[in-house]
């Protein structure tokens, strides 16, 4: 069984930096991860993703140039470094493993929550 911990959200002002962990269990084979987040009201929407190796990875362009996701295959561990932040970037962030791009089904961790304010 797959389960995904979210964590290091927070409060921060705009052009700020958060990095956020998320610890997979559960998953035997090589995998790639990825990092989503949902606004209220808004539907969640995908961030960014990397591959098993961390030699490919990919962003929303909403995001690109200012996050960047990273991995340790040791800790089974995916990051997501978030600098200059934005109020728009409020949301609660959730990653994704197994994940290979497009849609995403599951399973869901708890989120991290990241407020930004102006």
């Known amino acids: 069984q797959v389960q995904l911990v979210e964590s290091g959200g927070g409060l921060v002002q705009a052009g700020g930096s958060l990095r956020l962990s998320c610890a997979a269990s559960?998953?035997?084979?090589?995998?790639?991860m990825g990092w989503f987040r949902q606004a209220p009201g808004k539907e969640r929407e995908f961030l960014a993703a990397?591959?098993?190796?961390?030699?490919?990875?990919y962003y929303a362009s909403s995001v690109e140039g200012r996050f960047t996701i990273s991995r340790s295959n040791a800790k089974n561990t995916v990051y997501l470094q978030m600098n200059n932040l934005k109020p728009e970037d409020t949301a609660v962030y959730y990653c994704?493993?197994?994940?290979?791009?497009?849609?995403?089904?599951?399973?869901w961790g708890q989120g991290t929550q990241v407020t930004v304010s102006s």
């Open positions: 994704a493993a197994p994940y290979s791009g497009g849609k995403y089904q599951g399973p």
């Open positions: 990397i591959s098993w190796s961390g030699g490919n990875t």
């Open positions: 559960g998953l035997t084979s090589r995998y790639g």
